[in-house]
């Protein structure tokens, strides 16, 4: 994505963190399908992402996945009330201000978030007292995050406290938060502080001086208090407004404030099961939008309607912005949840009212590369916005123009002609790159960053995205006024960057670094010297089309850029003679001058790692070898494969993915890598390796699988995956007559629905898989245990019975039968219902239920098997299928062994393989990998909703054993497996 030196330091103290704190679970991961979510306490469905229990050591990475934003500004995902170590920050776009090394960053600004209770004077906080229930929730479709919780005080005080927050769609201004309290079985006196706190930090550096702060009575009684801010080099004045109000219980607020903290507070009495409901509502702007951001804050937090106003008004606007950008899958809420993700992210941080700003690589969710402007905007995240969200795209392409001025700054300084797009840019487009890499202790060296000289390829970039926002919306006049100045502009650099080759008797690109920042310092990178030619081209046309349609455009800009008729030659010069490594012969194209010729490498044997390769060999040991940290070629054959023109068509994809692909860095190289490969595999027809790619990415962020998701959210990832899937997995072209698909879907995607933008009309798309496409080869069985090999669910509920005997807890058969999937804590859980336990207390009945339920099953013998399910497994088996248990059991090989057929599995996967229960489907992808078989190989034999359910979340087949009304979602459904037979229920799941 950036630079592979400029935070050095950064990654390899994070990876030293997590080989101390995460070393036996990374080798653990190493050894699981890399599909498989690894945090288990998350839950994705369709819209709701949920977090089921607070992990202190993944604080920071969760504030980052917990962010919400509206494109004005983010809010990461902290705690109201504070905890310890948090990286609270809400970061507005375009707030820049300036430090050293980094230049300018942007500037964390105010916290509108703290509100802090407190109960007979103890603070609720989750480091202190009692945590008894915890779940926090992310509503997409809302853009709303939630937190539920049940909390014990250290004097035996209960509280139910619900919290929600949003950053309003409907007015980017407007932040809003209601928190509710209820006793649970006890009453007190309550003290709540709401306000803002002044004193923001970014790594110990506060960029704000603070003007004013006061507080107003309020013309309807409603008191509010504000903050005066200014940055203190930028001089970005801020202004900040609050209010509170209660509900539910006698409570006068009043101003609390201290210095640097305008607050206020309330204090009331509640009675048990009494509700307290506070509202706190926020007003921000800066002097980037107003001369007088303080006064209008006020008179806008004066006029807003109550909370509940606010958040229809945030449904309305997401409900407009959703029906442009959604992408619907049916047949797998996993993969649902996680695109949809990835896409919100986007969102929050897309600017909708602003052109002098872009989207920073971490978005505005963290303070990784310091807010700085990437490539990763143009290249990864903008087709995204060109083709849902077009007005976006316009407005990410001017924020280029605008700082044009910077990019010309540039070339000048180097001693080049034209604009020279900055590596990282910020407000002005001037090079923010930081220039040298800080060493580890105070006798270490330096490290130099050659990223803002080298990483040139970002000029075509950006005139690439010029082209493709052009050639999608036909919007003629932003390429009149403000596109084809950029294009030519950086066509001029280009003319004065290449050099001649006398012996090779062609123009050369010689000392750049490519995508692939593995190798610094490279000559002819084919991706630099394609993208050079295609914009070279591309200037060309685009200056006959100004002279044209617009002749006094093409005049002024000829004279103001000075292109004369002898440079507009030699464009046309390097376009026809620009060396570029291909063979036809092989189809192979060189990634630069000499690749083929360092050392090969077999990244097998480096299996198991927990770092990038580069950290595995040193910087020199990566360049002198064939791994690669972004796939260039790939990613080159890509980009000019979209249009028909520059296709180098299948035959050279496909043979260039067979090369690379191998060769490519995928878990610790970029987190771009995986999405790239993913649209690739799709293209040649690898729809498994496509899908797993593809989760691998969406994963980067919700599962932290690189260990750096607490700096921020990957945005060119989030980007990268939406074009994997519409280019990729719809196989979506375009061509002057409109777009067309040829979908690639995976097993468990039933139907792929989405709209796109093109010259002006929506195209909708439902995709279905193909009629007679061919399936992969069933090779496998997944049994599940009980009610499926035998039946142990009287034993459980004999267990069960006795526990719930000796808690005076209701229950019986009937509640029995609502427990059949679901782990032992789930069914503990339910039986206890609103019966409150210390954690303690749960674990210890839960071992009480264990040893009944080994008590009991002693005396299982053959004679318990269900009929017909050795006969079928024995059929199966004789008909060369592999066979494995997926029990979520840890008593299962336990069971297996008093049933006398352990020896009938090739695999066993129990309750103490994988972390997350069913419906998660991590037990059987992790039993369908023990076999060696893709997830798409193998049939799941279940009996209850929560494991077919799994199955279909695994991509996996799925035989559903009972009533359709619990196992109808299933591929094939049977009664049971007596009468069972192979040939039959081939032909059924093959259709």
Not at 450 to 474: D, G, L, M, P
Request: glycine share 8%; proline share 5%; net charge negative.
């Amino acid at each position: 994505m950036s630079h592979q030196e400029a935070n050095r330091r950064a990654v390899v103290m994070a990876s030293d963190r997590t080989r101390l704190t995460t070393s036996r679970f990374r080798q653990l991961k190493s050894k699981m399908p890399m599909t498989i979510p690894t945090d288990p306490h998350l839950l994705y469905q369709d819209w709701l992402l949920t977090e089921t229990q607070f992990v202190p050591d993944q604080l920071n990475c969760k504030e980052t996945v917990f962010t919400i934003g509206n494109g004005y500004l983010g809010t990461r995902g902290s705690l109201e009330e504070g905890y310890p170590g948090s990286n609270s920050a809400t970061l507005i776009n375009g707030v820049y201000d300036d430090i050293p090394i980094f230049f300018t960053e942007l500037a964390n600004c105010p916290n509108w978030l703290p509100l802090t209770i407190s109960v007979e004077g103890e603070a609720f906080r989750l480091d202190r007292g009692e945590l008894v229930s915890y779940q926090r929730q992310l509503d997409l479709k809302l853009g709303l995050l939630s937190r539920k919780l049940r909390w014990r005080s250290p004097k035996g005080k209960t509280l139910d406290i619900a919290w929600e927050r949003f950053a309003s769609q409907a007015d980017q201004h407007v932040l809003a938060l209601r928190c509710q309290i209820t006793p649970v079985g006890c009453e007190g006196d309550f003290k709540v502080h709401a306000g803002i706190d002044g004193t923001p930090e970014n790594d110990g550096f506060n960029h704000w001086a603070i003007l004013e702060q006061g507080h107003d009575v309020g013309g309807n009684g409603s008191p509010s208090v504000w903050l005066q801010v200014r940055t203190r080099k930028s001089r970005i004045e801020l202004g900040m407004a609050a209010k509170l109000t209660i509900a539910g219980a006698e409570g006068k607020i009043q101003d609390a404030s201290v210095v640097e903290a305008p607050i206020l507070a309330t204090t009331f009495h509640a009675a048990a099961g009494q509700t307290v409901t506070l509202e706190k509502t926020v007003t921000v702007l800066t002097s980037r939008e107003v001369s007088n951001p303080l006064a209008i804050a006020r008179e806008k937090l004066a006029s807003l309607p109550p909370y509940a106003e606010l958040l229809a008004a945030q449904e309305r606007a997401w409900a407009e912005i959703w029906q442009k950008s959604d992408i619907e899958i049916e047949g797998n809420s996993q993969s649902q949840l996680m695109l949809r993700y990835n896409l919100f992210q986007l969102l929050i941080a897309a600017p909708r009212h602003d052109d002098r700003v872009s989207i920073p690589a971490k978005t505005l969710s963290g303070l990784g590369y310091r807010g700085h402007i990437f490539w990763d905007t143009d290249f990864f995240t903008f087709p995204f916005f060109i083709h849902t969200q077009p007005e976006i795209a316009r407005n990410l392409l001017s924020y280029r123009y605008h700082t044009l001025e910077g990019a010309r700054r540039k070339a000048a300084h180097y001693g080049y002609r034209g604009a020279m797009y900055a590596w990282e840019s910020a407000a002005t487009g001037d090079d923010v790159t930081p220039r040298w890499g800080i060493a580890e202790h105070p006798y270490g060296e330096d490290v130099s960053i050659k990223c803002s000289t080298r990483e040139i390829h970002i000029s075509s970039v950006v005139a690439h995205a010029i082209w493709w926002y052009w050639y999608s919306t036909q919007d003629d006049a932003w390429m009149r006024d403000c596109g084809a100045e950029i294009v030519l502009d950086t066509a001029l650099f280009w003319s004065s960057r290449v050099e001649y080759d006398v012996k090779r008797e062609c123009w050369s690109i010689l000392g750049v670094i490519g995508p692939d920042e593995y190798h610094d310092d490279v000559n002819n990178s084919a991706f630099t010297n394609r993208l050079v030619q295609w914009h070279l081209e591309k200037a060309l046309q685009i200056y006959d089309w100004l002279e044209q349609n617009f002749p006094e455009k093409a005049a002024q800009l000829t004279e103001k850029l000075q292109l004369t008729v002898k440079r507009r030659r030699r464009w046309q010069d390097i376009v026809e003679h620009i060396w570029f490594p291909y063979d036809p012969e092989t189809g192979l194209i060189e990634q630069f001058d000499g690749f083929f010729k360092l050392e090969d490498i077999d990244l097998s044997q480096y299996e198991p790692r927990t770092s990038s390769m580069q950290a595995i060999l040193g910087i020199e040991g990566a360049n002198q070898r064939q791994v690669l940290k972004q796939p260039d070629v790939l990613m080159l054959l890509y980009i000019m494969g979209l249009s028909p023109e520059t296709d180098y068509g299948a035959e050279v994809l496909k043979k260039n993915w067979q090369y690379y692909g191998p060769r490519t860095d995928l878990t610790y190289g970029s987190s771009l890598g995986p999405a790239i490969h993913g649209l690739v595999a799709a293209d040649v027809g690898e729809e498994e390796k496509s899908y797993q790619y593809v989760r691998l990415a969406a994963l980067v962020d919700l599962e932290d699988n690189r260990g750096n998701a607490a700096h921020g959210i990957h945005a060119a990832s989030c980007g990268n995956i939406w074009q994997a899937v519409i280019f990729g997995v719809a196989g979506v072209k375009f061509s002057e007559s409109g777009p067309t698909a040829n979908p690639q879907l995976p097993p468990t995607w039933k139907r792929l629905k989405f709209k796109l933008h093109w010259r002006g009309q929506w195209h909708d798309f439902d995709l279905q898989p193909a009629v007679g496409r061919a399936k992969p080869e069933i090779r496998g069985f997944v049994f599940d245990l009980d009610g499926v090999i035998t039946d142990t669910a009287e034993y459980h509920y004999q267990a069960w019975q006795k526990l719930a005997d000796e808690e005076g807890l209701p229950f019986d058969r009937q509640q029995n039968e609502a427990l059949r999937g679901l782990s032992r804590r789930e069914s503990l859980l339910r039986i206890v219902g609103d019966r409150q336990y210390s954690e303690t207390q749960i674990q210890e009945m839960m071992e009480r239920k264990n040893r009944y339920y080994l008590e009991l099953i002693q005396n299982i013998s053959p004679a318990d098997l269900l009929p017909g399910a050795m006969a079928f497994i024995e059929e199966l088996r004789a008909a060369g299928l592999k066979i494995a248990l997926g029990s979520g059991s840890k008593n299962a090989r336990t069971i297996i062994d008093c049933l006398g057929i352990a020896n009938c599995f090739d695999a066993i996967a129990d309750g103490y393989s994988v972390q997350r229960s069913k419906p998660a489907p991590d037990l059987f992808l992790y039993a369908s990998q023990l076999l060696g078989l893709n997830a798409a190989q193998c049939v799941v034999v279940e009996d209850s909703a929560a494991g077919i359910e799994a199955a279909r979340a695994g991509g996996m087949y799925s035989l559903g054993l009972g009533p359709a009304a619990r196992v109808g979602a299933a591929d094939a459904v049977l009664p049971g497996l007596e009468g069972a037979h192979w040939a039959p229920l081939k032909t059924a799941l093959s259709r």
